[in-house]
């Protein structure tokens, strides 16, 4: 209905985009509300943005979907046949050397507050709602965070990107997601 109702950076996948744009957007629109929706690995690319949120007194609600990782990279890593590599907050295990560890204690919620914004934590969809609501009423910037899992269920993407498997691996899954994609060339 809008031609300014949606801001959102496509294309060239440049992940801390979110924050940013919303001060911009808000900045150029200071009439408007301005709703910004970033994953938590987008967040710490650049959650420094929240503070000049507080110090320009603009009020965007900011919506954080953590997962404790990266759920978008890993499905996109999954489905290349890299197992998720590397996309999940774990401790490195001492025994297997890897990053398979214990998930690690990060709390996006206490960062944003410790940045100034106001937080409010939801679990579901009737919490998600009700803090949706306490955010517009707000007259500073206030940030709405959920935890999710990093696994789904998601809705089905059909989007096609075009990523390149590793020629080489030990992985049968990989080696498997490389015939596949020479198979489509």
Not at 54 to 75: C, D, P, T
Not at 119 to 138: D, L, P, T, Y
Not at 152 to 177: F, H, I, K, Q, Y
């Amino acid at each position: 209905r809008d031609p300014k109702a949606y801001n959102v950076e496509y294309a060239y996948s440049c992940m801390g985009f979110e924050i940013a744009a919303g001060v911009g957007t808000k900045m150029a629109a200071p009439d408007r509300e301005v709703v910004v929706l970033v994953g938590d690995g987008s967040y710490l690319m650049l959650s420094s943005e929240i503070t000049t949120m507080i110090s320009e007194g603009l009020k965007v609600i900011i919506v954080i979907v953590q997962n404790h990782g990266f759920a978008s990279i890993g499905s996109l890593s999954e489905s290349l046949g890299s197992q998720r590599f590397g996309t999940e907050y774990r401790y490195r295990d001492d025994e297997s050397g890897l990053l398979d560890g214990e998930v690690l204690p990060v709390d996006l919620a206490a960062n944003a507050a410790s940045l100034g914004a106001e937080v409010i934590r939801a679990s579901g969809v009737a919490e998600f709602r009700e803090a949706i609501a306490k955010a517009r009423a707000n007259t500073r910037a206030t940030v709405v965070h959920v935890e999710t899992d990093p696994t789904g269920p998601n809705p089905p993407g059909s989007a096609w990107w075009d990523v390149p498997v590793s020629e080489v691996s030990g992985l049968d899954s990989t080696r498997a997601a490389r015939e596949t994609y020479a198979d489509h060339q």
